[in-house]
């Protein structure tokens, strides 16, 4: 399938992929949707990135869209069981947007840190789409706020983090609760032995989808910080194109407002450059994205969302003109270079702001990026990249997930865990699983930057990229959850 008219997805639907600029299905979507529409159970491997929540976000409004039914009171048509808050909110944020024009159609979330009153009035009226992570469900359902007996179709997104969360047991829960005769959608990232089983016991002849990490290896990519302040990047990005040889660069803003206003500053100082991102027109994308393959344009700037799908060979370099709050995609970006057996750079530009992200990067990647200090003074508190001390959570808004690194990184990684984790009904169920992981990266929190509580855990040099350990880009992810899962932690 290469066009989203192809699969007979329902008008509305297709309408808000063209609004959101969607035109060549993704992978994943490609295999899972086929299946999906058919009513058929899924057991999916793919990461985050992929597109994989459109995989089944699209079949499951499909079905609402055709089979109009009133949902019973405190009952979901849907359930999407997700291991955090973050990832949770995305999820329904990506239903609403695929699903603006289907009315009604009523998407909550069930998760951890916010009040679960109102959640629970927001499930009174029953919903089409509940999105949750477990905790809090078993919470609502045990408070009679949620029934589950009208669930027509569950989805299991990241399940190998359910694991490393500790969540397994609270999932099985769930699942008793489901009507047997439904349809289940199961993603994971891997698939290790727990994994597969809990994938047995809960689907129904599925079928197999997957898609392969992209093959660059780390090896190959040299990466760099330079430690900057904020006005300086734009001079900082002309002296990295004046200094560096490069065939092809890609340039990465957080925002698209951000890649217009780079664009700007380059033709200023004369060199051209373009950018792509969501509010560019298909035809724009498209000629831009020629020009970049054809070396007529050798400086793109692209918003994350747009350089999805980018595969242009012959990138020397990536610049992080902002560095990203996700990790995972840090690892897609530089990804973009190295490929077909060259060699890549990685350049980033880190203000004070991003030190938090950068700790988070080489975390993930269990990599301490070299750094240069090019900071003109002023804010040198916030001076350590790694590893070191930074008393501020402001950066760190983020749900799940991101909350259980910013312990690590702040060193208090029982403080709040262990607050929140008694005795507050849903929230503590929330917290429980990431203290029990916080726990097992002891080391991580101390040190910093040690490997993410493996057993040896001693700081990753710089060249750990070559060490074998970190051996193929999207095998970092999994390592990461591989070597250090907390079974043995984990708090059920
Ligand atoms: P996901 O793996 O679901 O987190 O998706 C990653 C990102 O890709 C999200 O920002 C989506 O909005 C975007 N995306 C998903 N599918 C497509 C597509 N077919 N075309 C363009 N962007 C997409």
Redesign the pocket.
Known sequence: MTNFNDFGLAEPILRALTE???????PI?AQTIPFALQGRDIVGIAQ???????SFALPILNHIVNMRMRPAQKSARVLVLSPTRELSG?IAD?FRAYGRHIRPLAVELAIGGVPINRQARGMARGVEVLVATPGRLLDLVNQRSVSLQQVEILVLDEADRMLDMGFIRDIRKVVAMLPKKRQTLFFSATMPGEIAKLAGEMLNDPASVSVTPESTTVERIAQSVILTDRASKPGLLVDVLKTETIDRVLVFTRTKHGADKVVKQLEKSGFPAAAIHGNKSQNQRERVLGQFRDGSLRILIATD?AA??IDVEGISHVVNYDLPNIPESYVHRIGRTARAGRDGVAISFCDYEENAFLRDIERTIRIKIPATDKRTGGVRQAAEPAGHHQANGRHRGRGGNGQNRGHQGNGHRNGQGHGQGHGHGGQGRQEQPQRGKAHHNGGAAKGGHQNGGQHHGHRQPAAAAGTGQGKDIGGMKFMQRGPSRPRSHAPR
């Open positions: 959101e600029n969607y035109s060549t299905p993704t979507q985050t990135g992929t597109g994989k929540t459109a995305q990506s969302i999805r799908g």
